[in-house]
């Protein structure tokens, strides 16, 4: 009958599907050189999965060498995250150092028979097509131990490998997974196959294992302040790397060259939170961060183990939750003067889960902070005569220049004539004059405005007449925006007939 058929071509066909789609977009091995790929951000990193607990280093074995704790089925503060066991009694059996095996990973690991022979799982939410990493260490205790990995629907997962080793070193066993289509839940376990000895609470020690998605790192950044901003102020860059992917990301570096038109603040690099927070300097090949001087680049090394040459491991965000974020300073400079500083980072990780490392590249995209605009006004005033007598006329100049970068608005100079002058004329070659205020209003970048002032001179005295130019935008350089001229008023002569006069009239 149809039903039938028709159900079987359905699930035949997202399988087909997803096949495909992983074709296209699964990460790629680092075999084509240096093509990285494209940035994540969190819409695009895949659904996170990874093991709580893979290390076997909670809960922490206190007292004695040893100890059994209840399975994460049977809750409470002593269970065990994540690993649940088929043994009947629930139990599963950590070791420390103190029993004299060194761990591969951490201060403790676990031991697969605990009382029984039993199985160690964990359940988790996958997603269809996701390609899955998987990682272990596994030792013989008492000679060889054998177990095998059996991953895949909870209801009977699939053999995937046999480990197989003594007591003398960890095996180590690694390879991959794609969960099939329909499989949103997907069972990672441990099966004892047979131990030396045969005592059923002896055998197959068990650490550092791990299974779950590629690390994905997301790189945020915020400028502060805002803005917008004036030239001479300073930003502060922050950029914030979170790994979203299950497996950590290794040889993690950030790279992020100061925007055009701004300058880096010496000594303003910083780890503000994660591994290895604090203070770092400018120069190289002292710590894990540097400024390059030639190329405007900042170079951090980011997570555990970070060196001056070499990138550390960001643990995912189960293990770090806000990643790591560092800091750095820019000075906003003029030549981006009522324009913007746009900057964006980039870190660069690999993903070693698999046989080799794989090349990733996240950004953080741009951020861009608003430049007010600044000029610079200065004012030249002259004088024709320099000296008059009481009642002559003397004839000023004055000229408003903008050197910019931007033009300059709301552009007023104010020219008080001092007491002793009587103002005959004024002549603006753009703008009004009014009262003592030139309204220029706008000047543009490079142009020069001119105002000529005639005046009487009313009273003897040494006058100085100022000129200052102030506009809307910021002035980059205030000490030029006022000038002054002196001028002599003298007294007018009397004529020689008068003088003779006085005379005859004094004696
Ligand atoms: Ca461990
Ligand atoms: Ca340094
Ligand atoms: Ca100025």
Known sequence: MLYPVAALAATALPLTLSDAVLAGTAPTQAHAGPARMVAPDPATCPERVALANGGFEQPVVTGGAWASFPDASRGGPNAVPGWRTTSTDHLIEIWSTRMGVPPAEGKQFGELNATQVATLYQDRPTTPGQKLYWRLSHRGRLGTDTMALDIGDPAGPAQQAIASDGTAKWGTYSGTYTVPAGMTTTRFAFRSISAAGGNPSVGNFLDDVFFGTAPCVVVSKTASPQGPLDVGEEITYRLTAVNKGGGEADNVRLTDTVPAGTTFVPGSLQVVDGPNSGAKTDQAGD?????????????????????????????????????????????????????????????????????????????????????????????????????????????????????????????????????????????????????????????????????????????????????????????????????????????????????????????
């Open 287 to 507: 710590d894990q961060a540097e400024f390059d001087p030639a190329t405007g680049k900042i170079t951090i090394m980011l997570g555990n183990g970070a060196t001056a040459v070499a990138g550390g491991q960001l643990p995912n965000s189960d293990a770090l939750p806000d990643g790591t974020t560092v800091e750095f300073r820019v000075k906003v400079g003029r030549a981006i003067a009522g324009k913007q500083a746009t900057n964006q980072g980039t870190v660069d990780y690999e993903n070693r889960l698999g046989p080799d490392p794989e090349p990733l590249t996240s950004t953080s995209g741009d951020i861009v902070t608003e430049i007010n605009p600044a000029v610079d006004l200065s004012v030249v005033k002259t004088a024709e005569q320099t000296r008059v007598t009481a009642g002559g006329m003397i004839s000023y100049h004055v000229a408003v220049r903008n050197a910019g970068p931007n033009d300059a608005t709301g552009v007023v100079v104010k020219d008080t004539l001092p007491a002793g002058l009587a103002l005959l004329s004024a002549t603006p070659s753009t703008g009004t004059y009014a009262g003592d205020t030139w309204t220029v209003g706008t000047l543009a970048a490079g142009a020069t405005a001119t105002l000529t002032i005639q005046a009487k001179a009313t009273t003897v005295a040494e006058t100085t007449n100022t000129a200052t130019a102030s506009g809307k935008e910021l002035d980059l350089d205030p000490s030029n925006n006022s000038d002054s001229v002196k001028v002599c008023v003298d007294p007018a002569p009397a004529c020689p007939y008068c003088r003779t006069e006085e005379r005859r009239l004094t004696r």
